[in-house]
Structures are given as C-alpha cells and as structure tokens.
C-alpha cells in the first residue's frame, strides 16, 4: 500500500521548512541583487511563513491534512510580506485548495497542491520572469506530475527537491542580472530551504530546529530577530574634521560594523550598525570634537517600529469623519512628516511601512477595514508592496482597489488626483495614470559591495535612483541630489519637491535646497519637505 501524508506529517514538515528557511534567512537576504536596503527576501519569507506557524499551534492533533493545509494558507495570506511572500502564500494555496476536505494526501493529491500553486502564483504576477522562484516551483511541480501514477507522495516529494535544485541552479542562465552577480534567485533559493525542511520529516520524520532550539520559528515579537538584541544603531557628528579622520573613523566602523555611512564637511555625520558602539565611539573620540552621539539598541528599536506599525495600521489615523458612501484612501508611509502630508491631502488612514519594514498583507487589511467606507482604495507606495495591498484588498470585507504606486513621490501625485465624487474605477485609473508622470528620484546608501555599469560599488557608498534604478553612485549626499534633480528635470519642470528624512538635519536640507535654487533654471521651484522617513536621505520628483 502507497504510503500518505496525514494532517501531522504536513504539520511537522511545515514546521521544519519555516525552521530551516530560519536559519538561513541571512544567506538569501545575501543574495538579493542590488546594494540599496531592503526589505530583504529572506527576512520576508520567514516572516510569511512564521505567521502560519501560529495557526497551526490553534489546531487540535490528528487534524485532517486538508484542515492543516487551510491553517498553512491563511496563515501565510495574512502574514505575507513583500513580492516574494505574497508568491509564496499563492503556492500553499494550491496545498489548500487540492487538499481540501481531504483526510489524508495521496500522490495525485500533491501532485496537484503543487500544479495549483503554481498557478495562483503565475496569475499574480504581471509579467512572470524566467529565472525566479516561479521558475524553481513551476518545474518542481512539472517533473512531479509526470511520476504522479508510479511513486507514493514521499517520494516525489524527493523528486519535487532535487528538480528545484536544479531549476535554482540554473537561474543565472535566465536572468542577466543574476549571472552577472554571480548568484542565484534568493525568492528560489528560500523556497528550495522550504522544500528541503518539508523532505526532512515526510523522508526521516525529523523536524529541522530552530537555530534558537525551539521547535518553531520564534515570532514573538513581530518576527524581529533576536539576534538584533547585542547589535546598535549608532549616529554621531564629528566636528572640524579633515579627510584623514573620516578615513579613520570610516575604516573603524567598516571593520566593526556595517551599513556604515557619513555625509557632510565640516560637520561629518556617520551612520553605523555594529555590536560594538563603545569601541568605534572611542576610536572617534581621537580624531576630533563629537556632537549629536545616538546609541539605539536595534532590537527595542525594530520592536518599537514593529508596535508603531500595528498601532499605525489598526488604529486609524483619520483626516476628518468619512461616510459611510464615501471612498476612503489608505495610503502606505514611513515617516511622520509624510504621514501627515497624506492626511492633508485627503487620506483617511496611514498604514506604517516602507522598504525595509514592508507591511503585511494583515496590516494592510486592518487598515482597510479601520476606515468606515464601503469602498477604498490603497496606496501601495512600494514596488514590493503592490501585491501584498492587492491580496489584501481581496480578503477585505468591503470593496478596495489597489493603486499600483511605486513611490512615496508618486503616491502624493496620485493623491492629488483623488475625485470623491467619481466612481472607484475612475479614481484608479486617475491617481494610476498621475502617479506614471512623476520621476521620482531617491538617495539612499548601499548595504553591501556590489558594481554598477562594470563598476564595483563599496558598501557605505551614496546611491541615486531614478524611479528605483541606479542612476549613478557618490560620496558625498548634498552634492548627489543637486546631480540628481538636474538628470530628473527637464525644460517642463516647474517645480522640484524634495523631502529629507530622519538623517538629515533641517540646516543640512536647507543647505541642499539653496544650492538647487542656485543649480537649477529660475523657473523650477523648490519646495523643501520634512518627510522623516528612513533609510532614504532624500525623495526627488519633478512636476
């Protein structure tokens, strides 16, 4: 008799595909291709997946495998995370939908959980790219199907991991960008980490630990980490400096930390992540006069940010009362200054989120249901946060659309075009067709070596994008924004918004500003905004 796999064998191999993806969740953040921060792919999955982990703790044991593969789908619906989680909740649906009402799973019955997840997954995605993890998944599910009638579950699960290792293997030759990093697909990569913790139980029945020893991937605190617990975020300002002590101190926090970045003359600010702070402190201490010393413990910090963000998304913050009848917008920020400039521009409630903390499909649905109206739209406001606000406009208990704005910059334009008194389609493809007129330009800092045009990028170093590509790389940050507003206008431009986040100082801004009044025709007008977001010293758009 073929052998099956029950509620708990799908249970347990689940359980140990999160823990394995746990703990190598560094290693596919690793492989992320571009240098800019992140919401990183490995960091998202896990906390995708983590979330289904909690409901499979509410089951009862024995529970039928359909009944587990349901708690494993919505789990990771809701918990889904970026562009990479969103298709990974897509692919254990097709577990749900062909396990459903089904005790057990036989061969046939996998067979087609992983033929439909694929094809959730596919339909998804706009225009699916060979090379990725749609690429490792669907040929998984392919050489599976063609030993569906000859061998029992466990062993085209067998068949199922070592096709995907292949098929990852062979994603550089698909994708440009990946051979020339000399990497393979990191959404690809974390999924064949799932596959191989899913074979350890069906073939051995061993659950794959935790690093931590538990039995489950630790999500007690919103998926943050605890090994961010013994690293700090440090910033300080080195006063009359010279270019051998920014060297000093920059070759002390490169080898006592990471993401290290400075900007200024005179007064140089640095930026670093370490686990050191009191020894790169004193080192800085030698090489001048020190100002403005911050030491934040990054754990509480991401804790902090992680409460924000469920505050900010299920408790609503309201410009004024909406009506029942009317259509409320739920915009995606990550700054207090931007926050409020969404509410005055007409937004009923702000969902807190951006690159490198991507908001969750749940979140995006508290925010959606926080607002009283029948009918809402979303503001994505990230290219990786497009399809979790899609998935959650679908589970909303209320009509909402998703306009698919890429920028902070172009989620404003979008704002602006917003028509209460027109009909929710119209006002989709309103704000769409706004928001595809704006360049947005962003400089921000690169978190790891990296090269551009066959030039190597140093970690540290400013990084300018135009419309989330990368324009070109600097040193210095007030010098890269006036090059960048000049390649972002053109003789249309009459004015130039720049907002500055939470690194820079507003006589540091203002600084910029006038030297853009300087730089650019008379005719571009330059409006300064405090939007205090991180990660992102500046947002450029030209109107």
């Given at each position: 008799?073929?052998?099956?796999?029950?509620?708990?064998?799908?249970?347990?191999?689940?359980?140990?595909?999160?823990?394995?993806?746990?703990?190598?969740?560094?290693?596919?953040?690793?492989?992320?291709?571009?240098?800019?921060?992140?919401?990183?792919?490995?960091?998202?999955?896990?906390?995708?997946?983590?979330?289904?982990?909690?409901?499979?703790?509410?089951?009862?044991?024995?529970?039928?495998?359909?009944?587990?593969?349901?708690?494993?789908?919505?789990?990771?619906?809701?918990?889904?995370?970026?562009?990479?989680?969103?298709?990974?909740?897509?692919?254990?649906?097709?577990?749900?939908?062909?396990?459903?009402?089904?005790?057990?799973?036989?061969?046939?019955?996998?067979?087609?959980?992983?033929?439909?997840?694929?094809?959730?997954?596919?339909?998804?995605?706009?225009?699916?790219?060979?090379?990725?993890?749609?690429?490792?998944?669907?040929?998984?599910?392919?050489?599976?199907?063609?030993?569906?009638?000859?061998l029992?579950?466990?062993?085209?699960?067998?068949?199922a991991?070592?096709?995907?290792?292949?098929?990852?293997e062979?994603?550089?030759?698909?994708?440009?960008?990946?051979?020339?990093?000399?990497?393979?697909?990191?959404?690809?990569?974390g999924?064949?980490?799932?596959?191989?913790g899913m074979?350890?139980?069906?073939?051995?029945?061993?659950?794959?630990?935790?690093?931590?020893?538990?039995?489950?991937?630790?999500?007690?605190?919103?998926?943050?980490?605890?090994?961010?617990?013994?690293k700090y975020?440090?910033?300080?300002?080195?006063?009359?400096?010279?270019?051998?002590?920014?060297?000093?101190?920059?070759?002390?926090?490169?080898?006592?930390?990471?993401?290290?970045?400075?900007?200024?003359?005179?007064?140089?600010?640095?930026?670093?992540?370490?686990?050191?702070?009191?020894?790169?402190?004193?080192?800085?201490?030698?090489?001048?006069?020190?100002?403005?010393?911050?030491?934040?413990?990054?754990?509480?910090?991401?804790?902090?940010?992680?409460?924000?963000?469920?505050?900010?998304?299920?408790?609503?913050?309201?410009?004024?009362?909406?009506?029942?009848?009317?259509?409320?917008?739920?915009a995606?920020?990550?700054g207090k200054?931007?926050?409020?400039?969404?509410?005055?521009?007409?937004?009923?409630?702000?969902?807190?989120?951006?690159?490198?903390?991507?908001?969750?499909?749940?979140?995006?649905?508290?925010?959606?249901?926080?607002?009283?109206?029948?009918?809402?739209?979303?503001?994505?406001?990230?290219?990786?946060?497009?399809?979790?606000?899609?998935?959650?406009?679908?589970?909303?208990?209320?009509?909402?659309?998703?306009?698919?704005?890429?920028?902070?910059?172009?989620?404003?334009?979008?704002?602006?075009?917003?028509?209460?008194?027109?009909?929710?389609?119209?006002?989709?493809?309103?704000?769409?067709?706004?928001?595809?007129?704006?360049?947005?330009?962003?400089?921000?800092?690169?978190?790891?070596?990296?090269?551009?045009?066959?030039?190597?990028?140093?970690?540290?170093?400013?990084?300018?994008?135009?419309?989330?590509?990368?324009?070109?790389?600097?040193?210095?940050?007030?010098?890269?924004?006036?090059?960048?507003?000049?390649?972002?206008?053109d003789?249309?431009?009459?004015?130039?918004?720049?907002?500055?986040?939470?690194?820079?100082?507003?006589?540091?801004?203002?600084?910029?500003?006038?030297?853009?009044?300087?730089?650019?025709?008379?005719?571009?007008?330059?409006?300064?905004?405090?939007?205090?977001?991180?990660?992102?010293?500046?947002?450029?758009?030209?109107?």
């Open positions: 008799m073929m052998a099956v796999i029950t509620g708990n064998m799908l249970r347990d191999a689940f359980i140990s595909g999160v823990n394995n993806l746990d703990n190598h969740k560094t290693q596919v953040d690793e492989l992320n291709v571009f240098p800019v921060p992140d919401g990183d792919t490995g960091t998202n999955m896990t906390m995708t997946v983590s979330n289904a982990v909690e409901e499979l703790s509410k089951l009862e044991n024995d529970a039928p495998v359909g009944v587990v593969a349901k708690a494993i789908s919505g789990g990771c619906l809701r918990g889904a995370r970026g562009n990479s989680g969103v298709i990974l909740s897509l692919l254990f649906r097709g577990f749900s939908r062909a396990m459903k009402d089904h005790d057990t799973a036989d061969s046939e019955c996998l067979s087609l959980a992983l033929e439909k997840g694929v094809g959730y997954a596919y339909k998804a995605v706009m225009k699916p790219s060979e090379g990725t993890i749609l690429t490792v998944a669907r040929r998984a599910s392919e050489e599976v199907a063609k030993k569906a009638g000859e029992d579950p466990v062993e085209l699960f067998d068949i991991v070592s096709t995907a290792e292949v098929a990852l062979e994603t550089p030759e698909q994708l440009e960008t990946l051979k020339r990093a000399g990497v393979v697909d990191a959404g690809g990569q999924l064949v980490y799932i596959y191989r074979q350890s139980v069906f073939r051995d029945g061993t659950i794959i630990k935790s690093a931590d020893g538990s039995e489950a991937a630790d999500e007690t605190d919103d998926s943050i980490d605890t090994a961010l617990k013994d975020i440090l910033d300080f300002d080195l006063l009359d400096n010279n270019v051998s002590s920014i060297e000093a101190i920059k070759a002390a926090a490169e080898a006592l930390g990471e993401n290290v970045s400075f900007e200024g003359k005179e007064r140089a600010h640095f930026h670093v992540e370490t686990s050191s702070p009191d020894a790169i402190i004193s080192k800085a201490f030698k090489q001048g006069r020190l100002s403005n010393v911050s030491v934040k413990n990054m754990y509480e910090y991401m804790q902090e940010r992680s409460r924000n963000s469920d505050s900010d998304s299920k408790k609503a913050a309201y410009a004024e009362p909406v009506q029942e009848a009317d259509i409320a917008v739920v995606v920020s990550d200054g931007i926050d409020q400039m969404f509410l005055d521009l007409g937004a009923a409630a702000i969902v807190n989120g951006g690159q490198t903390m991507n908001p969750s499909t749940e979140d995006i649905l508290a925010g959606i249901e926080s607002v009283p109206s029948a009918r809402v739209l979303v503001l994505a406001n990230n290219k990786n946060i497009i399809m979790a606000a899609e998935a959650a406009c679908g589970l909303a208990d209320r009509t909402a659309l998703t306009v698919p704005t890429r920028s902070i910059p172009q989620g404003l334009s979008a704002m602006l075009s917003f028509d209460p008194s027109v009909s929710l389609e119209e006002n989709k493809d309103l704000m769409t067709e706004a928001a595809s007129k704006v360049v947005t330009g962003q400089v921000t800092y690169a978190v790891r070596d990296s090269e551009f045009a066959g030039k190597p990028i140093k970690q540290g170093s400013v990084l300018c994008l135009i419309d989330g590509k990368i324009a070109f790389t600097s040193r210095a940050v007030d010098r890269s924004v006036v090059k960048l507003a000049k390649k972002i206008c003789k249309e431009s009459s004015l130039l918004t720049v907002i500055y986040g939470n690194q820079v100082t507003p006589e540091d801004a203002e600084k910029v500003a006038e030297e853009l009044r300087k730089s650019l025709p008379a005719t571009v007008e330059v409006e300064l905004i405090d939007g205090g977001q991180p990660v992102y010293y500046y947002y450029l758009s030209a109107e």
